[in-house]
């Protein structure tokens, strides 16, 4: 079972998956760029990028997540296991914790996920138990990625849901904005030590 799709970075002149390729006699093609449905995911995406930024500022490493349902916000979190001394404090879970106390509900189908980072397997499997309906995420994570790039526990044989996931929305700022700060962890140690 294939569950999840891709898309092309933020300054890519591809299409989105559900519009038609470009043929020869097309004069001018719509870019990715001005679908409403990419524009969308793009303002979305944009709060879960600030929400990481808060993060990195407060030590954390910088992930960021917003669940909306509709078009409304009901969640957000981000990376919080130092500040909370809790090993499950990633972003995701924590907007899956608050999603789930706005809506009375553990169901979340209607919902879909923004996060900068690629989910890691525990991630994975809570948006997988959660019954999220969409996940947009940025950058692939090619350590821990379990969505599609080291693992897909969506489409694994033990998962009983598999939602709709779009990747690369804003990989470039997602994927920059954590190799800065690791970049200035590294040199605020090398210089520490």
């Known amino acids: ?19 038609p390729e470009p043929t020869p006699d097309t004069r001018h ?20 990028i600030d929400l990481a930024e808060a993060a990195g500022l407060a030590g954390e490493v910088p992930v960021g997540a917003v669940i909306v349902c509709g078009d409304e916000l009901i969640a957000e979190g981000e990376n919080r296991r130092e500040r909370d001394c809790d090993p499950t404090a990633h972003a995701e879970i924590v907007a899956l914790r608050s999603a789930g106390a706005a809506l009375h509900s553990w169901h979340l189908e209607s919902c879909t996920m923004y996060v900068t980072l690629e989910p890691c397997p525990m991630c994975a499997g809570a948006i997988v138990a959660a019954r999220l309906g969409a996940i947009v995420y940025g950058a692939d994570d090619p350590k ?36 800065q700060w690791f970049s200035q962890r590294r040199r605020g140690d090398a210089i520490a030590h």
């Open 1 to 19: 079972m294939i569950c999840t799709r891709s898309i092309a970075p933020e300054n890519s002149t591809h299409f989105w998956p559900n519009m």
């Open 29 to 48: 093609p719509t870019p990715i760029s001005n679908n409403p449905i990419y524009r969308n995911h793009v303002r979305w995406m944009q709060q879960a």
């Open 144 to 179: 821990t990625g379990s969505i599609r790039t080291v693992a897909n526990i969506p489409a694994s044989a033990c998962s009983n849901h598999c939602p709709i996931v779009w990747a690369g929305i804003l990989e470039a700022t997602c994927r920059d904005q954590l190799q």
